[in-house]
C-alpha cells in the first residue's frame, strides 16, 4: 500500500512540474530589455573670441519587449533631465516631473507591443554617463533588464526550432529514465 501511494506521489510531481513549465512558457506577459547604444561627445565653438567651448554628450537608449504580451504603463525613470530627447517610432509619450523625489522626471509610455522595439536619443550636458542618467525602466509586467549587446550570427528559424524540439525530447527522455531508475532501484519495480 505505502508502495503504490509513493509511486503515485512521485508522478503526480513530476506531471504537476511538466503541466506548470508549460504553463510558464505560455505565459504572455512582457519582459523588458534595455541597453545603450551610441555614446558621442561633441565640442561646439560658438562664435566670438574668448569664449569656451561647449561639450555635449549624446546616447541612445533601445528598449525591446520579448515577452509574448504586450508592455503596458511603461515608465523609464531618469536621474537627470535632459536637454532633448527624441523617440522612434513616434508614438505617444509624456514626461511626469517629480519634484522632491528620488527620480527627476519620468518618461511614460502607454503601449509597447510584444517583440516591439524604441529607440530613446538623448542630448544632455558632458560629462554625465548614460548609466548615471537611467535609474530603472518598468512595466506593468516588472522591471525590466540591461543586457549587453555582442553581435551574435542569428540562426534560422527552423534551425531554432530544430534546437528546441531535440532538447525538448532529451529533458522527457531524461526524466522518463530518472523515474524508471528510482522506481526500479527504491521499489524493485519493472
Known sequence: MFR???ISAILTFIFSLILWVI???SQKKAKLVYYYGGLSTFSLRPQGEGTEPIRIATHSLIITNIGKGPAE???IYQNAVPLGFSITPDIKWTVSPKTGEQFKHIIEIEYLEPRGQMILSYLYG?????QSFISKIRCKDGEGKQIFVLPVRQLSPVVSYLFQFIFLVGAVTLIYLITKYILLKVFGLF
Open 126 to 130: 558632458y560629462p554625465l554617463l548614460p
Open 73 to 75: 504603463k511603461l515608465e
Open 4 to 6: 503504490e501511494n509513493l
Open 23 to 25: 504553463q510558464y512558457l
